[in-house]
């Protein structure tokens, strides 16, 4: 079993940027490829960024391209999104999940471990 515990959601104007953390813990021997997912009120979870084993491959939604940066740091066993040029339209609870075998990045299903998720507001 792995737990997932994000951090650093809050509140920050439009234009400003955030960095959120994911810190795996139980069984991180093996190596798990990561993503972050959002779900805004009334709306289905939706990809955001992921991040494979290696950390050779990144994948990104198109609404975040250029704005959002995943990365992780193996010394320290975390996986950070950093998020730049916030947006209002970026408000959600992000989620950050794992799985040792994922098929389809972009896909919520292909994840078997999930985090409590952080709350992101973006105001205008």
């Known amino acids: 079993q792995v737990q997932l515990v994000e951090s650093g959601g809050g509140l920050v104007q439009a234009g400003g940027s955030l960095r959120l953390s994911c810190a795996p813990s139980g069984r991180t021997s093996r190596r798990y490829a990561m993503g972050w997912f959002r779900q805004a009120p009334g709306k289905e979870r939706e990809f955001v960024a992921a991040?494979?084993?290696?950390?050779?491959?990144?994948y990104y939604a198109d609404s975040v391209k250029g704005r959002f940066t995943i990365s992780r740091d193996n010394a320290k066993n975390t996986v950070y999104l950093q998020m730049n040029s916030l947006k209002p339209e970026d408000t959600a609870v992000y989620y950050c999940?794992?799985?040792?075998?994922?098929?389809?990045?972009?896909?919520?299903?292909?994840?078997?471990?999930w985090g409590q998720g952080t709350q992101v507001t973006v105001s205008s």
């Open positions: 999940a794992a799985d040792p075998n994922v098929r389809d990045y972009y896909s919520a299903v292909s994840y078997d471990y």
């Open positions: 991040l494979s084993w290696s950390g050779g491959n990144t």
